[in-house]
């Protein structure tokens, strides 16, 4: 497949843990946050995002945490699945309250589920 | 099938050949928009468009231009391409009313020697 990142921080996690993903942003006036991933030769895939005046979001089997006090973004992964192995990015939204939408994207983190 | 679908998938062409690599989607997205993805720096965002006859620059437009004739494709062209724009070209698109949840299409590996 494509390679997306030669040396992106990897998270090693057993098969059914939990898995946590950090994000730190650094526009403070961005209106929404957003958690996309990509598997192996693939185009990224929309997981989840929340709004900057929201704490957390649940999806299903994922949560998202903002804290804007420190301008961090985490995705939390419930019961770990090998399916879950992929590249994640966190991007931000700036200008959806103004109408422009541009999208800024981290440089990803790749989760490696062990069995 | 709702899909986003970009032509060529592959491409290796040389410097100053103008080329286009074409974007549709059948899901009447009213938002498009491209991305670049290199080792190390993400995916970063070119060209993005609001609707039919709107594009607005993302974070790095320069060597890139677009247009929007028709709501389901967004061609991306590169007059005179360069070594630097060697990378992995992604399209997105999206409703208005939900513009976070991008769907993306397969990718374009474009080499420029």
Known sequence: ?115 | EAQVTQNPRYLITVTGKKLTVTCSQNMNHEYMSWYRQDPGLGLRQIYYSMNVEVTDKGDVPEGYKVSRKEKRNFPLILESPSPNQTSLYFCASSLIGDFNEQFFGPGTRLTVL
């Open chain 1, 1 to 115: 497949g494509e390679s997306v990142g030669l040396h992106l921080p990897t998270l090693s996690v057993q098969e059914g843990d939990n898995s946590i993903i950090n994000c730190a942003y650094s526009n403070s006036a961005s209106d929404y946050f957003i958690w996309y991933k990509q598997e192996s030769g693939k185009g990224p895939q929309f997981i989840i995002d929340i709004r900057s005046n929201m704490d957390k979001r649940q999806g299903q089997r994922v949560t998202v945490l903002l804290n804007k006090t420190v301008k961090h973004l985490s995705l939390q992964i419930a019961a770990t699945q090998p399916g879950d192995s992929a590249v994640y990015f966190c991007a931000e939204n700036r200008g959806a309250g103004s109408g422009t939408y541009k999208y800024i994207f981290g440089t990803g983190t790749r989760l490696k589920v062990l069995a």
